[in-house]
């Protein structure tokens, strides 16, 4: 291969991370308000107020720090007002998330108008003198930015509190049965609080990935149904952690790599190219959920459903 | 029926109305697609609305209406405008040509004026800028700083605006390097910063290390300032947004137009017409240059402009080749505004094809 | 420790679900909304009252405008009368706006196929493929779950993006005028392929009185008919469904092709009303608002024709509030949300009621 070529690959190998890293935030926060049981599908609407959060934070202290900060601040407490319409006040899940979703829109637009379109220097990539220059391997494991090396520590983490601590084997209890859980003394509403609140934390990192280093500004909808890819991730990974950053990276792919081909001269309407992310989450959703046994299998077996106590 | 006086009387109360109105600022409307922000086409038309506030005070009183979708609303919110008193209605969006047309029928006493539209009628006058010819000069510039003699265009739709625009900048670039090429990257969207982002990043990838853009966003200079290499923003000056990348960019101007026909107007004496304006009318001019363009790159700019205000240079002066080297127009002809209006393929210099519908 | 003061609440089911409940929470929650929405306007610095009537009573306070609230509320009450189907046998179909866009097209399609030609045929052939369009469009996440089980939440909405870009892709291609010098338009329709007006002085088209039409339908097929009476049960309890050999298949499709269908006449009645051509963008989020139009609705028909109503002066309000007082049309999304929050809060009240159980020593 040619040097050139190889340098090509790096760049689209580096763009795809970075254009998977906000789904990686928001889908995995998900998957662990899934797995507590409770289906959440306002991230759509979490993500974008964490975006709005974080930017308008940022451009108002200067400070990075205070901006993610905010937006998970912001992304939890909305999910908190989810969490309290549908595990407090009995509301179905379904339609609060909607809800939740059509509410962050409208709220990031209204709160937004005042920094819409300002400019931000964004966070930058790390550089590690010497690290990050060696060919190919450099680029790919030292430049990235600081976000999606939290990505990946998170990763870690929820891989090993899922799996290996206590603390995950309770809340995968809650999701499989919250009866079960229940009846032997877990405080079943609480733990799903948490859960829900982690994941719009995590939708709110997500967003601010987009306004704060992916494209560092505000604009109202910037997520263009980023939240909604998430939550497909969650199901195409069958609810497991590194199989959610597959298919972030994978999807991240599609994008960047439709728009490469496009300047490598191909001659296809952008139009039916612009189409194919969305048909590739169609087949894969159909190919994962074929088998009912492995969805039914895989899938926290409470999920979706209320519980409550009385 | 009425007597002669009764009319007389009639009629003496109408003049008195109409010149107690008279003291009534001047109700106008705008009708914008996008939020305002603080850069783009819409902030170019507010940058103007506020200009002809500052410039005709209590006289005249302006409104707007932002996001306005260019389906059934924009019909109703013109309309509104209309009947809530607005006596001149900017439509700012080509989506809203039909509605504007529509509108202005039932209220023959209101001027309209719709930007970019091909329909006019007694009071629909449109408007639209030579945008190409700031196309051309951000050509110039991009050929004399490009190093890989590669270009970078992150485009919207394959409409005849768009591509004149690229073909524009291609001829401007490669009149002062003809080894530079440019590539494009459609990304089917006015305004969606993530994938203009991506665009912008995958044309860099590829070798491309001055950009320019036809969307809306500012996420394309952002892109380049991250990446270390050149960009020229579009509609309003981005310098902001990337302040060492960014290095002119090709702006619209429309205080001078809406100064103008706000005063006819005011006056009375507002007609429908067609206009078609460029650098020599200031309706597009470039902005302040960076630091980083040299004098030399300076000295073409200005001169091409001047060149194009006196009728001396016109980027589409023959021959002009497409992208198969067929000679399209010959020597000596220049390409008519008419088909200008309607431009559906490349000139020579463009990488790749245009998407084929 | 409870936070107020020692004294314990407890939510207990009512043994009767309360009807004055279930009918007044919407309500409720509109007077919630105005609440919040006047002490979110002061906090703007902006009278509330002022700001208020702007919002809700000067859209509304001449004649034309109630033909635009008319106009507005068509696309919303189509769409939500379809998708409450769904949504009461637990169908999430929330792609509306796709399939509204693919009945647009359906129809605009045979619109410019009859281009030139005129006769009493092209409407109702219009009409019919619309709803056909838009049904189809519905019918691949119906069968995508009936025989794949994918979840018809997330293919119903990828959809919608996939009928964004054919839409583009059309009215930039193969659909596009010849006469608009390579705008993204379509041809415009012929007189005989446009809804005509139903009065003189007001906007309202033939497709208004197809939603208003639509209502008394709706009820009859929901409340009266065995294929609505089946949704009802699978909805309320899927169990029960089960024994009596309901097909949950067949709950899906019902679901799914009505809210395909009724979507797909709204975006019939948007290109062959006022737009009168095909173009880049036909819908602002007709089909996404009417997810909060259905359940404002209670799932109701009658419900959803008051909910459309209300959501279509809420529309309107964004933009006089504009013109008037400046005030930034985003608040249109924010009133939506908080409609739908405190109408879902309040449900709990249906079902349930608090007790106050007492003093209890901490």
Known sequence: MSPDLIDGIVVILLATVRAGTPLVFAALGELVAERSGVLNLGVEGMMLVGAVAGFAAALGTGSYALGLLAAIAAGAALALVFGFLTLTMRASQVPTGLA??????????????????????????????????????????????????????????????????????????????????????????????????????????????????????????????????????????????????????????????????????????????????????????????????????????????????? | MLRPTALLAAAAAIAFATTGQAADPLKIGFVYVSPIGSAGWTYQHDVARKHIEKVYGDKIKTSYVEKVPEGADAERVIRQLATSGHKLIFTTSFGYMDPTIKVAKRFPKVHFEHATGYKRSKNVATYIARFYEGRYLAGIVAGKMTKSNVAGYVAAFPIPEVVRGINAFVRGMRSVNPKATVRVIWVSSWYDPGKEREAAEALIGQGADVLMQHTDSTAVVQAAESKG?????????????????????????????????????????????????????????????????TDDVKKAVSDATEAIRNGKLHPFAGPVKDQDGKVRIPAGKTMSDKDLSSMSWYVEGVDGKLPKK | MSPLGGMRFQIE?????????????????????????????????????????????????????????????????????????????????????????????????????????????????????????????????????????????????????????????????????????????????????????????????????????????????????????????????????????????????????????LAGLAGLGEVAGPIGKLQDQISPGYGFAAIIVAFLGRLHPVGIFFASLLMALLYLGGGTAQIEMQIPPAVTGVFQGMLLFFLLGADLFVGYRIRRVGRVAA
């Open chain 2, 229 to 293: 290499v050149y960009a020229i923003g579009y509609h309003s000056d981005m310098s902001k947004f990337g302040p060492k990348a960014h290095l002119t960019a090709s702006t619209h101007d429309w205080r001078g137009y809406y100064e103008a026909r706000v005063k006819m107007a005011l006056a009375g004496t507002w007609k429908s017409g067609a206009i078609w304006g460029g650098i020599k009318e200031g309706m597009v001019k470039m902005a302040p240059f960076n630091m980083a363009v």
């Open chain 1, 100 to 310: 939740l979703t059509i509410f962050g829109i409208g709220l990031s637009t209204f709160v937004g108008y005042p920094v819409q379109d300002k400019p931000l220097a964004g966070l930058k990539p790390i550089d590690i003198p010497g690290l990050s220059d060696i060919p190919v391997i450099g680029p790919l494991l030292f430049g990235h930015d600081l976000l999606i090396y939290l990505s990946l520590a998170i990763l870690a983490a929820l891989l090993w509190f899922l799996y290996r601590s206590k603390g995950g084997l309770i809340l995968r209890a809650v999701g499989e049965s919250a009866e079960s859980a229940d009846a032997i003394g877990y405080p079943v509403i609480a733990i799903r609080y948490a859960a829900v609140a982690f994941g719009g934390a995590m939708a709110g990192l997500g967003g601010a990935y987009l306004s704060l280093v992916y494209t560092p500004t505000w604009a109202e909808q910037m997520t263009a149904g980023r939240g909604w890819i998430a939550l497909a991730l969650v199901v195409f990974a069958t609810w497991k952690p590194g199989w959610v950053v597959a298919g972030a990276y994978l999807f991240g792919g599609v994008t960047i790599v439709q728009l490469n081909l496009q300047g490598w001269g191909f001659d296809v309407s952008s139009h039916l190219l612009s189409m194919l992310p969305y048909i590739a989450t169609i087949v894969v959703l159909v190919m994962i959920s074929r088998d009912e046994t492995r969805i039914k299998l895989n899938a926290p077996a409470a999920l979706g459903r209320p519980f409550f106590r009385s």
């Open chain 3, 13 to 261: 089911p009512r043994l009767e679900q309360s009807r004055a409940i279930r009918t007044l929470a919407p309500l409720i929650a509109v007077v919630l909304t105005v609440l919040v929405g006047a002490v979110m306007f002061a906090a703007l610095g902006v009278d509330p009252l002022a700001a208020l009537a702007s919002f809700f009573l000067h859209p509304v306070d001449t004649l034309p405008e109630l033909g635009d609230i008319g106009v507005k509320a068509a696309p919303l009450m189509l769409c939500a009368l379809g998708l409450a189907v769904g949504f009461r046998g637990n169908v999430w179909n929330i792609g509306a706006e796709g399939q509204l866009i693919v009945g647009a097209l359906a129809g605009g399609g045979v619109a410019l196929a009859f281009h030139g030609a005129t006769g009493w045929y092209i409407l109702p052939l219009m009409v019919a493929a619309a709803f056909a369009g838009g049904a189809a469009w519905a019918a691949i996440p119906a069968f995508l779950r009936t025989r794949f089980h994918a979840n018809e939440i997330l293919t119903s909405l990828m959809l919608t993006y996939v009928a964004a870009q054919l839409l583009g892709f059309l009215v930039h291609g193969p659909w596009r005028s010849p006469d608009a010098f390579n705008f993204p338009v379509s041809r415009d329709f012929g007189d005989d392929a446009r809804l005509p007006y139903l009065t003189d002085t007001t906007e309202l088209h033939l497709g208004v009185l197809f939603a208003v039409i639509a209502v008394p339908l709706m009820w009859v097929l929901t409340q009266r008919s065995y294929a609505g009476f089946q949704v009802q049960v699978a909805g309320l309890a899927p169990r029960a469904a089960d024994y009596a050999g309901f097909k949950s298949s067949r709950i899906v499709w019902i679901g799914m092709l009505s809210g395909g269908a």
